[in-house]
T-cell receptor, first 115, second 111 residues
Framework: DTEVTQTPKHLVMGMTNKKSLKCEQH?????MYWYKQKAKKPPELMFV???????INESVPSRFSPECPNSSLLNLHLHALQPEDSALYLC??????????????FGSGTRLTVV | GQQVMQIPQYQHVQEGEDFTTYCNSS?????IQWYKQRPGGHPVFLIQ?????EVKKQKRLTFQFGEAKKNSSLHITATQTTDVGTYFC???????????FGAGTTVTVRA
């Protein structure tokens, strides 16, 4: 299995809702990532998990809460989002090692709209 | 932190013609990666370059890593409609080695 699977593919939520994005990989990758991508922009790193521990939080607002239940799963819990949080949320995974010398495998993303 | 700069932002190409997109870093990179994102899709890993002066080919795509490991290029020959999309270069950040993406070159093809 060489894929990263993300669900749901599309999500519309109100500003008072709580929702979760899910990501799964079975490639044995020990680094997993959440990226946010706005239209016509490159992906922006949000969180990095290394060996199931949060290693990087790019000063993301607390209304985004990541979770890594095990080495194959990554969640992103959403609460009280703002309309400007509407974007494509991408999960990625890679082997973990020195120097960043591994390509990332991206999921197909969750297209989130906050109304 | 280290950033990779990418030009041009947009490339409009006649089908059958060649084009090149360029990526530059202010610091030496341990490696550079290239990704392609089709319209409505997600980034897909194309290739990684590690060695100074390295050149790799994938069919009509030629990737180069500069001698100083601060720049890279992607050259596409005989552009086809299947080449439409945004091409991103990405290099590891100097502080934590996580990927920093360039702004991307969005390619459109005139048939």
């Amino acid at each position: 299995d060489t894929e990263v699977t993300q669900t749901p593919k599309h999500l519309v939520m109100g500003m008072t809702n709580k929702k979760s994005l899910k990501c799964e990989q079975h490639m044995g990758h020990r680094a997993m990532y959440w990226y946010k991508q706005k239209a016509k922009k490159p992906p922006e790193l949000m969180f990095v998990y290394s060996y199931e521990k949060l290693s990087i939080n790019e000063s993301v607002p607390s209304r985004f809460s990541p979770e890594c239940p095990n080495s194959s799963l990554l969640n992103l819990h959403l609460h009280a989002l703002q309309p400007e949080d509407s974007a494509l949320y991408l999960c990625a995974s890679s082997q973990e090692g020195q120097g960043g010398n591994y390509g990332y495998t991206f999921g197909s993303g969750t297209r989130l709209t906050v109304v | 932190g280290q950033q990779v700069m990418q030009i041009p932002q947009y490339q409009h190409v006649q089908e059958g013609e060649d084009f090149t997109t360029y990526c530059n870093s202010s610091t030496t990179l341990s490696n550079i990666q290239w990704y392609k994102q089709r319209p409505g899709g997600h980034p897909v890993f194309l290739i990684q370059l590690v060695k100074s002066g390295e050149v790799k080919k994938q069919k009509r795509l030629t990737f180069q890593f500069g001698e100083a490991k601060k720049n890279s290029s992607l050259h596409i020959t005989a552009t086809q409609t299947t080449d439409v999309g945004t091409y991103f270069c990405a290099g590891p950040r100097s502080n934590d080695y996580k990927l920093s993406f360039g702004a991307g070159t969005t390619v459109t093809v005139r048939a």
